[in-house]
C-alpha cells in the first residue's frame, strides 16, 4: 500500500511539475544581454571577473524566469594597444591575441559563465565582414566623409582625449604621453544624432543604471558637444585593425570596429540576428559609458537599428585600496582566484562585496571573511544542521509536501530580491537571500531542534517544513549567483531545480557528499 501511494505520490508530482514547466515555456521571451569585449593586450583580472559575473548572474536570472537567454562576450583585438604589447613580447599580432583570447575563454570557463557566444574581432569569417557591412551602410546614408583632424591621442585609451583629460602633457588615467596627430581621418556625422540620443537616454528610452551615471553621461553631452567622431586612421599609424573598405589608406577606429561586435556576435543581417536585436542589457564599466551612451546609439540611428533597452553600468574594482595597473603588479587572476577558494565563493564575493553600482575594494582578508562567514557558517552550517537532524530522525518529516516556497511569509523578501536584480543592485539581492540563512539557522537555535526532534515531533515537524521551504527559497534565489551551490541546497531537500514557478514537491532530506564550503587549505 505505502509502495502504491508512492508511485502515485511521485507521478502527481511529475505531471503537476511537467504542466507547469510547459505553461511557463508557452511565451518564452527573449533575452539578449552583452558583456564588453576586454583588450587582447592583457590577460583578465578581477575587474573583467566582476563584469562577466554581473552579466552571467543576469543571464542566468532571465533563464530561472523563463526567457530564453543570449549571453555575448568576446575579446577586442584590434588598435594600437594591442601592437604594442604583441611587439613587446615579440609575437605577431595575432599570435599574441592568440593567447590573450585564450586565457579569457579559460577564466569564463573557471568562473562557470553561461555565455552563448564569444566573438573576437579578428575573427575574419563572423566579425570583420559585418563591419565592412555596417561601414558601407553608415557611408550610403551619407554618415561618413573625410576631413582633416587634429587632436591628441591616448593609446592606453584609444581615444582622443578632451583638455579636461590631459595634465602635462599625459593622459590622466594612464599617465602616459598623449601623442599629437594630424592626419586624415574618416568622420561620423555624430552631430546629426547627438541630440535624439541625449533625449533618449534623458527618457530612459535607452535605460543608463545607475542614475548617478545618467546624469554623468548626460553632462558629457554639454561638455562635449556634439562635434562629429573620428572613426578611423591612417594605415601607417595603426597597423592592426579592419581595413576601411575601398580605401585601404586607413584602418577603421578600434571602438567603431569592437562596438560593432554585438552585431556580429549575433551574425548582423540573418535571421538570428532578426530574432535576437536588440539587446535587452549591455553590461559595461563605468570608464566605457561615454563610448556606449554617444556614439553606439547614434549609429544604431543612422543604421536604422532598435536600440539597447537598458546599459547598466559598474563601477571598478580596487585591489587593496589601490587601482589595478600593470606597473604596480597589483592584478589579481581570477583564475587562480577559482583554484584557491572554488568558482562560487569567488562569484559570491565579486557580487556581494563589490557593489554592482558603484566603486569596491577587492582583497584577499575580505575575501577570507565571506568565506569562512557568509559562506561556511551561514550558508554551509545551515545546510549542514538541517540535513544531519533531519536524516537521524526521518520519520518526524516522512511525507512533508513544500508548496510556495517564494510567497507567504518569503513574498516580501522576494520581490525585495526581483526589485534589485531589476534596478542592478545585485549586492542588495544577495544580502537578502542571507536574511533567509540567517532566519533559518536562528530558527534551528530558537526552536532547539536538536532536543525538539526528539521531544515533540510534531513541533518539530513543522520546523523542517519551514526549514526545507526556506532551503528551497534560497536555493532558487541563489541560482543566479552561485548556481552549483544553488544546485547543492535544493538537492539537500530533494528538489531536482530551480524555477520561479511555483512548483510543489515532496519533501526529501539529503546530506551533500561533501560540505559545501569546504576548509580552505
Ligand atoms: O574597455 N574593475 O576593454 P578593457 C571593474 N575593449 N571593471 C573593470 C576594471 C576594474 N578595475 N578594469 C576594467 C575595453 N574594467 C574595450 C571595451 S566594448 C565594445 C570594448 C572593465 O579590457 C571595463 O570598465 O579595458 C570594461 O567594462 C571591461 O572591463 C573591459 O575593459
Not at 545607475?210 to 556634439?226: M, Q, Y
Not at 531542534?449 to 526549514?467: E, N, P, S, Y
Not at 511555483?502 to 557528499?513: A, D, H, I, T
Request: charged share 25%; glycine share 6%; with cysteine.
Amino acid at each position: 500500500m505505502v509502495g502504491v501511494r508512492r508511485v502515485f505520490f511521485v507521478f502527481h508530482f511529475a505531471f503537476k511539475t511537467f504542466y507547469i514547466m510547459m505553461a511557463h515555456m508557452a511565451d518564452r521571451k527573449k533575452f539578449y544581454i552583452t558583456t564588453s569585449i576586454p583588450y587582447a593586450n592583457a590577460v583578465p583580472h578581477v575587474g573583467h571577473a566582476l563584469e562577466f559575473v554581473q552579466a552571467d548572474a543576469l543571464a542566468r536570472y532571465h533563464r530561472l524566469l523563463g526567457s530564453e537567454v543570449f549571453l555575448l562576450t568576446g575579446t577586442d583585438e584590434h588598435g594600437k594597444k594591442i601592437t604594442e604589447a604583441a611587439a613587446e613580447a615579440h609575437k605577431t599580432p595575432q599570435q599574441f591575441v592568440d593567447a590573450v583570447s585564450a586565457k579569457f575563454a579559460e577564466a569564463l570557463e573557471a568562473l562557470g559563465v553561461s555565455h552563448d557566444g564569444f566573438i573576437r574581432t579578428s575573427d575574419e569569417k563572423k566579425h570583420v565582414p559585418a563591419v565592412h557591412k555596417v561601414w558601407q551602410l553608415l557611408k550610403g546614408n551619407g554618415d561618413m566623409y573625410k576631413d582633416k583632424y587634429r587632436g591628441r591621442y591616448c593609446v592606453g585609451c584609444e581615444a582622443f582625449l578632451r583638455e579636461a583629460e590631459i595634465r602635462d602633457g599625459k593622459c590622466i588615467i594612464h599617465e602616459r604621453p598623449v601623442q599629437d596627430v594630424y592626419e586624415e581621418n574618416y568622420f561620423f556625422r555624430f552631430s546629426k544624432y547627438a541630440k535624439d540620443v541625449e533625449r533618449l537616454i534623458r527618457d530612459d528610452v535607452i535605460a543608463v543604471l545607475p542614475e548617478h551615471r545618467k546624469k554623468e553621461v548626460l553632462n558629457l553631452f554639454s561638455e562635449e558637444g556634439t562635434k562629429d567622431v573620428s572613426v578611423s586612421r591612417p594605415a601607417e599609424n595603426v597597423g592592426w585593425g579592419v581595413a576601411v573598405p575601398n580605401d585601404n589608406t586607413q584602418i577603421m577606429y578600434v571602438w567603431v570596429d569592437a562596438l560593432l561586435n554585438y552585431l556580429s556576435g549575433i551574425d548582423f543581417g540573418t535571421d538570428n540576428f532578426k530574432k535576437w536585436w536588440p539587446p535587452d542589457v549591455q553590461v559595461i564599466g563605468k570608464d566605457i559609458a561615454r563610448f556606449h551612451t554617444m556614439i553606439w546609439p547614434a549609429m544604431l540611428l543612422s543604421l536604422g537599428l532598435d536600440l539597447p533597452k537598458k546599459i547598466l553600468v559598474h563601477g571598478h574594482v580596487n585591489v587593496e585600496g589601490k587601482k589595478i595597473s600593470k606597473s604596480l603588479g597589483n592584478t589579481v587572476d581570477p583564475i587562480e582566484l577559482v583554484h584557491k577558494y572554488g568558482k562560487d565563493a569567488v562569484r559570491y564575493f565579486l557580487l556581494r562585496e563589490i557593489p554592482s553600482d558603484n566603486d569596491g575594494d577587492f582583497s584577499f582578508a575580505r575575501l577570507h571573511e565571506r568565506y569562512t562567514g557568509d559562506l561556511q557558517n551561514g550558508l554551509g552550517n545551515l545546510v549542514s544542521r538541517a540535513t544531519t537532524l533531519a536524516l537521524a530522525h526521518p520519520k518526524v518529516w516522512e511525507g512533508i509536501e513544500a508548496e510556495d516556497v517564494l510567497a507567504k511569509s518569503r513574498a516580501a523578501l522576494v520581490s525585495a530580491y526581483r526589485r534589485a536584480v531589476e534596478q542592478f543592485k545585485l549586492h542588495e539581492a544577495l544580502s537578502f537571500v542571507w536574511k533567509l540563512v540567517d532566519e533559518s539557522n536562528k530558527l534551528i537555535e530558537d526552536t532547539k531542534l536538536w532536543d525538539t526532534i526528539r521531544a515533540d515531533t510534531a513541533r518539530a515537524r513543522g520546523t523542517l517544513k519551514t526549514l526545507a521551504e526556506n532551503l528551497c527559497a534560497i536555493g532558487i534565489l541563489l541560482f543566479p549567483f552561485v548556481p552549483d551551490t544553488a544546485g547543492k541546497v535544493l538537492g539537500a531537500v530533494g528538489k531536482q531545480e530551480a524555477s520561479f514557478a511555483s512548483v510543489p514537491f515532496p519533501v526529501r532530506f539529503q546530506k551533500p557528499e561533501r560540505p559545501l564550503f569546504p576548509k580552505l587549505s
